[in-house]
């Protein structure tokens, strides 16, 4: 088997400048990024695909929709691959929470278990929650797969998730109970390094 991560095309989210969207996606993809998932499945026209797996996550969904129709593909929700939660902050604008918002992600930055706080009936996230969802999530769905067969699946996810199991497929589970404060640091190290672009593939 082989898994193809694809992160969704551009959203109106993306270029609303200081907007939080986390969950939250009221206005879907833009037109760049409907060209760029466009461009993503005529690159992967010539290879067969089993099946399309998309978060719940509107951006996703839709990228995901595109490329089921173009390639034929036959597509399903998988709620673990769904983007990570900000809590409070999603749907708002930076500037207007901002003392408490620059505070919480500035420590989400540097701190492994910081969790946003939780509001307006959402339970924010921290990188160690989003790294147990993301490793407890892909071993209990890839019991459903059969990973012997010579077969091509699609996850169509946002940047802090792939990154996520980008790591713990190479590196091992970051939120291990063995795992040290080196590891730990290693992981956000790579999350926030590493480029993950609207409609880019793994």
């Not at 200081?18 to 990024?33: E, N, V």
């Not at 091992?172 to 640091?185: E, F, R, V």
């Not at 926030?192 to 609207?198: D, K, L």
Request: aromatic letters at 12%; glycine letters at 8%.
């Amino acid at each position: 088997m082989k898994l193809y991560l694809i992160r969704h095309g551009e959203s109106q989210s993306n270029v609303d400048r200081g907007f939080i969207s986390g969950r939250s996606d009221p206005k879907g993809l833009t037109s760049k990024g409907k060209a760029q998932i466009t461009r993503t499945a005529w690159e992967l026209k010539n290879t067969s695909f089993e099946h399309l797996y998309f978060s719940p996550v509107a951006r996703a969904k839709e990228s995901a929709g595109i490329i089921s129709n173009l390639l034929d593909i036959k597509s399903s929700q998988l709620d673990f691959i769904q983007e990570m939660s900000y809590g409070k902050f999603e749907g708002h604008y930076f500037w207007d929470m901002m003392e408490e918002a620059q505070v919480a992600f500035q420590r989400w930055n540097t701190e492994f278990s910081y969790p946003f706080p939780d509001g307006d009936g959402r339970v924010g996230e921290s990188l160690e929650m989003v790294s147990n969802r993301v490793w407890k999530g892909y071993h209990e769905w890839i019991k459903t797969i059969d990973t012997n067969k010579k077969s091509n699946i699609i996850l169509v996810s946002h940047d802090a998730i792939i990154s996520t199991l980008l790591f713990s497929l190479l590196y091992g589970h970051p939120a291990a109970k063995d795992a040290t404060a080196s590891y730990k640091k290693a992981f956000m190290q790579f999350v926030h390094g590493i480029e993950v672009p609207n409609g880019s593939v793994f």
